[in-house]
């Protein structure tokens, strides 16, 4: 598995569903991406267990991520068409329901491996060649400045994502850091050896 915070994120063109329900032979990332802010999240396979409520749960949360200028985009190996009909799948019969961002295929399977993240089995649970539970956020500039992977049967925690964003965002309009455990509305902490020390003088007891 590769590491791709600080470097660019892998471009790619592949069909996709968008958040509309309308099916597109060509959805490029970089194109729809351009200026904005990003979460790029990729899940094993359709019609599963745990992947329905990460997904669910990431549409859950399109409003906030809407405010903040955040484009989503969930990624499998599946087809647009196996996409397209898990969406028409009510919630109530194991289906994902009109998820509002856009789902895009990776039948060939080259996002996954340019994102470093198919699986190749062994000592995981994933099966071989599917992509693992990987979420990247991606900054304006098309840079990604987070990367989180977890093994298949642990679910992700999607306001951890709306967190990362905040974050990010918080440090660009103020140029101060987020320790541990910082939520928005929190201080932020000034990057300097004095800064560091007034940080923990009043907030250490609390992390």
């Known amino acids: 598995m590769s590491i791709l915070v600080g470097k660019k994120a892998p471009d790619f063109t592949t069909p996709a569903v968008l958040a509309d329900g309308s099916i597109v032979d060509s959805f490029n990332l970089a194109e729809t991406i351009k200026g904005k802010y990003a979460v790029v999240f990729f899940y094993p396979l359709d019609f599963t ?8 749960a990431m549409s859950n949360r399109m409003e906030e991520f809407r405010k903040m200028g955040v484009e989503v985009v969930g990624i499998s190996i599946d087809s647009h068409f196996t996409h397209n009909a898990w969406r028409n799948t009510p919630v109530n019969e194991g289906g994902i329901g009109q998820v509002e961002y856009t789902l895009a295929a990776d039948m060939d399977h080259s996002i996954a491996q340019a994102y470093g993240i198919e699986s190749e089995g062994g000592d995981s ?13 991606i900054d304006q500039k098309g840079f990604v400045r987070s990367q989180i992977v977890n093994d298949e049967p642990i679910g992700r925690n999607m306001d951890e994502l709306v967190r990362v964003v905040d974050a990010l965002q918080f440090f660009e309009e103020n140029g101060q850091v987020c320790p541990a455990g910082w939520n928005k509305g929190d201080k932020g902490m000034v990057n300097t050896p004095e800064g560091v020390a007034s940080y923990l003088a009043e907030s250490s007891e609390g992390l």
């Open 125 to 137: 649970y994933y099966p071989p060649g599917v992509a693992m539970r990987a979420s990247f956020v």
């Open 49 to 56: 267990f745990v992947c329905p409520s990460e997904i669910i």
